[in-house]
Nanobody, 125 residues
Framework: VQLQASGGGLVQAGGSLRLSCAASGRTFSRYHVGWFRQAPGKEREFVATIMWSGGSAYYADSVKGRFTISRDNAKNTVYLQMDSLKPEDTAVYYC???????????????????WGQGTQVTVSS
């Protein structure tokens, strides 16, 4: 599967952005999809993940209550709605996919098999 992340940009603190991760392939509904981010000089970190069915989602504590991950399997797209953005959310955001249709969730980068190219999110104070 190939992934294309988009929707990044420059926003003021307290604002919102919606990222999209568009996937190619007919079996997208069998993939878990996650969002990660990497700030300058820091490791890539987990943000959120959603199961193949869209039934369950999990978030990093730093974004819980502010970010919402969702998916539309008919459109082969996963979204990350980011509200109440903070300057510390500034990073390159990546989407990733793992072929898996079970009930576990995955929050480390090594567990994902496919990656998009990243989209820059900058939050000004």
């Amino acid at each position: 599967v190939q992934l294309q992340a988009s929707g990044g940009g420059l926003v003021q603190a307290g604002g919102s952005l919606r990222l999209s991760c568009a996937a190619s392939g007919r079996t997208f509904s069998r993939y878990h999809v996650g969002w990660f981010r990497q700030a300058p000089g820091k490791e890539r970190e987990f943000v959120a993940t959603i199961m193949w069915s869209g039934g369950s989602a999990y978030y990093a504590d730093s974004v819980k209550g502010r970010f919402t991950i969702s998916r539309d399997n008919a459109k082969n797209t996963v979204y990350l709605q980011m509200d109440s953005l903070k300057p510390e959310d500034t990073a390159v955001y990546y989407c990733a996919a793992k072929y898996y249709s079970g009930d576990l969730y995955f929050n480390t980068r090594n567990e994902y098999d496919y990656w998009g190219q990243g989209t820059q999110v900058t939050v000004s104070s």
